[in-house]
T-cell receptor, first 113, second 114 residues
């Protein structure tokens, strides 16, 4: 069964304290792995798509990496405005584009000044 | 560009009532989808469409109906609302260029079924 597990469920950091969020997955053929940011009461905001093991993408203080079994979202020197829930999702090859995007439950990040 | 818009923002229904959640995008995206988000469950795919006139079921399609008559609009219909359909509903559209895909989500519709 295709599955996505994110850890930890919640993470509290001090401003400037770097850390990583984990997304482990099992899927019968990975087409893509997606990272989103979601603020309370809002829709998910697209961050990255990763397609193959070894791929890395960066955006400001965020860096996403991908292996054959998991993805990491590294947050370097976070600021309070990085506080949000971060969602990971995988897309199976057989599902086709847009089809069967499987989401994890998310990691709620709080960054204290 | 307004991006992905959803109406209404909030709705209260009584069990058995029907309603349509509206979703529109102005980015000319072919791919659109509907998700529901429940506490502790993560986002789950209800229905999706790969273009006008083409729709397919996702993980949790029961009790919902969709159609796609234009590229811009992808309404979600609740046929006979049940308390189990209390949730936050998100519409999304995707842009695909070769192997690169970017998904945009709307702001959501909060639905309460009494």
């Amino acid at each position: 069964e295709d599955q996505v597990t994110q850890s930890p469920e919640a993470l509290r950091l001090q401003e400037g304290e770097s850390s990583s969020l984990n997304c482990s997955y099992t899927v019968s053929g990975l087409r893509g792995l997606f990272w989103y940011r979601q603020d309370p009461g809002k829709g998910p905001e697209f961050l990255f798509t990763l397609y193959s093991a070894g791929e890395e993408k960066e955006k400001e203080r965020l860096k996403a990496t991908l292996t054959k079994k998991e993805s990491f979202l590294h947050i370097t020197a976070p600021k309070p405005e990085d506080s949000a829930t971060y969602l990971c999702a995988v897309q199976a090859v057989w599902g086709g584009s847009q089809g069967n995007l499987i989401f994890g439950k998310g990691t709620k990040l709080s960054v204290k000044p | 560009n307004a991006g992905v818009t959803q109406t209404p923002k909030f709705q209260v229904l009584k069990t058995g009532q029907s309603m349509t959640l509206q979703c529109a995008q102005d980015m000319n995206h072919e791919y659109m989808s509907w998700y529901r988000q429940d506490p502790g469950m993560g986002l789950r795919l209800i229905h999706y469409s790969v273009g006008a006139g083409i729709t397919d079921q996702g993980e949790v399609p029961n009790g919902y109906n969709v159609s796609r008559s234009t590229t811009e609009d992808f309404p979600l219909r609740l046929l006979s609302a049940a308390p189990s359909q209390t949730s936050v509903y998100f519409c999304a559209s995707s842009w695909v260029a070769g192997e690169q895909e970017t998904q945009y989500f709307g702001p959501g519709t909060r639905l309460l079924v009494l």
